[in-house]
């Protein structure tokens, strides 16, 4: 009788992995699959019996193959493993982000992460940048001044067929007081400028590019941008989007006539 308890499943493939991918598909006999893998013939055997009884491996006229339940799950835990290793090449940071952090998996699959390190502190905040200078639309939250990040959005007005930029009151006074040049280019490509009172934990982009669409998570702390999460897959992108939606819907737009106004008297 096959085995039905995921648990015990997982175990058994996770233990048996080696020779569950040695079966492969098409069919082969044990002493192709002894010769594959490291462990001796009665290992093979204790495995193909593991196997057979999680329904992961049946016997056919060509030899032992995988099933495909077997298939599914090997490839399943294959993508689960590529995930976890992302995941822990950047585990300082995600050690540190709260439960309640609001970050979907389909951001996590396939990503590209890129964090800040002693040497390259600004490296996440670079790659963003890059990434808007490739856009034709832009929709970006920015919950906190990046002065790098605020030249690149004004520089990329000149390319971009529409930008949307969703900002915090610390952003709105930085442009204000500090980054007059920057808010003018804004204005004047007429940026959809829009202003969020509450301050979320992470930055958020959507950038269309020739080449397709990107979507892009800053991971951010007390000492700056930590890290980028950048990922092109379909999910990714929806949830992204879905999320600036949300963001947008809680914001108001940044009367311009104001931003004048303020920044006449902080002259």
């Not at 098409?26 to 462990?39: F, L, M, S, T």
Request: glycine residues 6%; negative net charge; proline residues 5%.
């Amino acid at each position: 009788m096959v085995t039905t308890d995921p648990s015990d499943v997982l175990s058994t493939l996770i233990q048996r992995e080696s020779v569950l991918y040695a079966v492969d598909v098409a069919g082969c006999e044990k002493r192709d699959i002894v010769e594959a893998v490291p462990p001796s013939r009665s290992t093979v055997d204790r495995s193909i019996r593991d196997l057979e009884a999680a329904g992961l491996v049946t016997r056919s006229p060509e030899g032992y193959r995988r099933t495909l339940l077997g298939e599914l799950l090997l490839s399943e835990y294959y993508r689960f493993k590529a995930q976890t290793a992302e995941l822990l090449s950047a585990g300082d940071v995600f050690a540190e982000l709260p439960p309640t952090q609001q970050i979907d998996r389909s951001m996590l699959d396939d990503a590209t992460i890129i964090t800040a390190t002693q040497a390259t502190p600004h490296q996440p905040i670079s790659a963003l940048c890059a990434l808007l200078g490739e856009a034709q639309s832009i929709r970006i939250l920015c919950p906190a001044v990046f002065p790098q990040l605020i030249d690149a959005c004004a520089l990329a007005t000149d390319n971009t067929e529409t930008v949307e930029i969703i900002v915090t009151d610390s952003v709105v006074s930085a442009l204000v007081d500090t980054y007059s040049d920057a808010l003018a280019a804004l204005k004047e490509a007429g940026a959809d400028l829009r202003l969020l009172e509450t301050t979320p934990s992470h930055g958020l982009v959507v950038v269309d590019r020739p080449m397709g669409s990107t979507a892009g998570l800053l991971v951010i702390d007390d000492s700056g941008g930590r890290a980028l999460i950048r990922n092109c897959g379909d999910d990714a992108i929806s949830w992204a989007t879905s999320r600036l939606d949300h963001w947008r819907g809680a914001s108001t737009p940044l009367p311009l006539a104001e931003l004048d106004g303020e920044e006449s008297m902080l002259r």
